[in-house]
């Protein structure tokens, strides 16, 4: 095992780095005068150390080495702090996966895959500091125009194979506090906190993945197979209904019965958004195809994904997780054939109008022929 030689993404801080960027975005100063809307400073910090941090930035601005106490005293409002107050393992957005398309590397001849991510709870702390309650309000009405039922979504960059990921940040609620105003003690400060937490997902390092160079497959004279192979039947010859074996023929060669990895939609369910990237490993028949939800489930309207072999949608093919549902599953009323190395996804029709779903594994059901 040995990890992928490339430069690992710090995660922790690229999370911090969406919310501040998110607060630069949506939240503004107005200029009364002018009508227009400036930047307010957003600094990484607690509110106790909030005052010095903006006070270093005066005096670097200035070309000062540190910041004096008169540097703090002249602080300008508004401004913000934001601080990371918690973090906590969610176990139901778990999914035991490992990503499936291995990545090679020619500098190490090696292929690289990593472990699903573990989905973790981020918990921010944004404060807003400003003279008048007028400025406050106008910063709360900002952040409550840009969330959609209490929610917005974040992007945040991840190491490979999954780059940047759209994450849910739900706004938990605010909290008014009155202080005195650390510039001057008789001045008063007007300053309110808001709670985000953000579903985020901490990743795996890539590592060395083992490829399948030859496959050995023993037959055993067993009625009973082992309950780990109930989804593999090996057909030798064809039968009959009254059970006498027919020869061999191109209608009923022998085949092998599998369901096999197709695809993962990585965070949330996109119209039009293409998943995996299958070959065949040799000529066969998809029968059927079956989705399974990890994470939230489609509601308002179903989920649909479409078959789709060598860059070719098949409308007529297609499985469907019905609205509230966390996984779908049919049967092809006609087999697809399709040939070896023919290359096999799916791609998202449509999703669920309130929640469109996200993290949904695909599956193929086929008959691979064994004796072509």
Known sequence: MGNV???????????????VDYCHDHIKQLNYSTGARNVIPCVFATPQRAFA???????????????????IKNVPLPFMSLSRVD??????????????????VPSTEKYYSAKSPAPYDFTYQLEVWSRTIDEM??????????????EIWLTVNHPQPY??????????????HSEVDPRNKDERVVRRSYTFLVKGWVCYEMTVSSVIERAIVDFYDDATP???????????????????????????????????FCGLIVGEAQVGAQVGTLTAPAAMRVV?????????VPTGAPLVLQLVVNGTLMP?????????????????????????????????????????????????NANVDITR
Request: aromatic residues 8%; proline residues 4%; contains cysteine.
């Open 53 to 71: 941090q903006v006070a270093r930035q005066l005096a670097r601005k200035r070309g000062a080495t540190q910041a004096a106490d008169a540097d």
């Open 226 to 260: 082992p309950e780990h192979l109930d989804q593999i039947v090996i057909t030798e010859q064809a039968v009959d209904s009254a059970g006498i074996v027919l020869p061999v023929t191109p209608d009923n060669e022998e085949y092998m019965s599998t369901t096999m």
């Open 163 to 176: 780059d940047d990921l759209r994450v849910l940040a739900l706004f938990q609620g605010q909290i008014e």
């Open 5 to 19: 030689p490339t430069n690992r993404t710090q995660v922790f801080y690229n999370y911090d780095k969406a919310v």
């Open 288 to 296: 059927g195809m079956q989705a399974h939800v990890g994470g939230r």
């Open 87 to 104: 973090e906590k393992y969610d176990p139901t957005r778990y999914v035991r996966y490992t990503w499936a398309n291995a990545q090679y």
């Open 316 to 364: 007529t093919y297609s499985v469907t997780i019905a609205d509230g549902a966390s996984r779908g599953a049919s049967i092809f009323a006609s087999p697809v054939a399709v040939t070896a190395g023919a290359v096999i996804s799916a791609q998202c029709a449509s999703v669920g109008s309130g929640d469109p779903g996200d993290w949904i594994e695909v599956q193929l």
């Open 137 to 150: 309000d106008d910063a709360s009405n900002q952040i409550r125009q840009t969330l959609r039922a209490d």
